[in-house]
């Protein structure tokens, strides 16, 4: 199946930090790490939960004023993110990032390491200005950040921002060339994308290295399917580990139920009574009527409202999205910082988004 290794852990965080901090922390894990050499999420959060003090700030600047690349690069971010700087000219962190990544516009010296973090940066801008309003896409501004992920690619560093590009890129292209002539002008741009060769290249290997895990996690599903799928039938939460469901205690059905959470494992109960536990003759009723779990959570009902009002419980597990107007139709959302609930109003608002995405925009 089309399924993309897509990670909202940065989409939305359950904490009560300043929206600038969250901001701050989720350009940081998509732009400034390698993709599988992330830091710790959670503890990440912790460390930029606070806003940086003034001084902290100042000094900053007086160093990426003096020219150190590192203190540019964590100026740029921090503006562009208003962590710790309010009010700072529009264009201002871009144009930094630009002179960063190509340091021959003024004959610096920029380590390679900071010019590939200044390209993955700028490509998450345009990725994300490319994706804009309304599901409108532009593909100019699609193009600069695929541009830029070549660039970090072709310095050897691959970010979540790098892979996103090159996974957006790739699935735009082909659904403009399978559309024909109806995207003439969208298809003006092909020689461009394919010229992205360090890019293609990256997102093959990763293409390859995703299909290996499927396969391995498919041979682990296939000897206990129900430890990897929530019972509940409307529910879909699946994980990659069994310690991300709850196990019915007690269960005697030949193959335990496993609940992505006590909401589901409530809503089941009726349809998995007589499977959990057979109505024996010597057993009176009233024993049975609620069911038990392993580990005790607390209830977090799918509600109205914001995501953070979802906290996970650093489970990771996975829903599918389907009905998307990409190649295979359908992507798989994997998540650590969301309750199960959460994930699935995740999924709810994508699938509505996807339904009012208008391809003639593009
Ligand atoms: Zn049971
Ligand atoms: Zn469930």
Redesign the pocket.
């Known amino acids: 199946m089309g399924a993309l290794p897509i990670d909202f852990d940065l989409l939305e965080m359950p904490t009560n930090m300043s929206s600038s901090a969250l901001a701050y922390v989720n350009i940081r894990m998509q732009t400034l790490h390698v993709h599988d050499e992330q830091p710790d999420f959670a503890k990440t959060l912790e460390k930029f939960s606070k806003e940086p003090s003034a001084s902290e700030t100042a000094d900053l600047k007086a160093g990426a004023e003096s020219g150190v690349p590192a203190d540019r690069l964590e100026y740029a971010v921090r503006m562009l993110s208003k962590y710790g700087i309010k009010h700072e000219i529009p264009g201002q962190a871009y144009a930094e990032l630009l002179l960063l990544a190509q340091p021959h516009l003024r004959q610096e010296q920029v380590p390679r390491s900071i010019q590939a973090r200044a390209f993955s940066v700028m490509s998450k801008i345009e990725l994300d200005s490319a994706n804009g309003k309304g599901g409108a896409l532009n593909i100019s501004d699609l193009l600069r950040a695929a541009q830029h992920a070549d660039n970090a690619a072709a310095l050897g560093f691959v970010s979540p921002a790098v892979l996103g590009a090159a996974m957006r890129a790739s699935d735009v292209r082909a659904q403009v060339r399978s559309s024909g002539p109806k995207f003439a002008h969208a298809l003006q741009h092909e020689p461009e994308f394919e010229k992205l060769e360090n890019l293609w290249e990256v997102l093959d290997k990763h293409r390859e290295d995703v299909a290996r895990q499927a396969k391995k996690q498919e041979k682990k599903v296939a000897k206990a399917p129900s430890s990897y799928r929530?019972a509940?039938p409307e529910?879909g939460?699946i994980a990659t580990k069994k310690v991300a469901f709850f196990r019915c205690s007690r269960c005697t059905a030949v193959e335990k139920a496993h609940?992505?959470?006590k909401d589901?494992q409530f809503a089941d109960w009726k349809r998995h009574k007589p499977m959990c536990r057979p109505p024996k003759n010597n057993t009176p009723q009233h024993e049975v009527e609620k069911p038990e779990t392993d580990i005790h959570v607390t209830p977090n009902p799918l509600s109205e409202g914001s995501l953070l009002d979802h906290p996970g419980d650093g489970r990771t597990r996975s829903v599918q999205v389907a009905d998307l107007p990409i190649p295979g139709g359908k992507i798989l959302l994997t998540n650590s910082t969301l309750s199960?609930g959460g994930l699935k109003s995740v999924r709810d608002e994508i699938e509505a988004l996807a339904k009012g995405l208008d391809l003639a925009s593009i």
Do not use: D, K, T, V
């Open positions: 929530c509940a529910c939460i609940y992505c959470s589901c199960p």
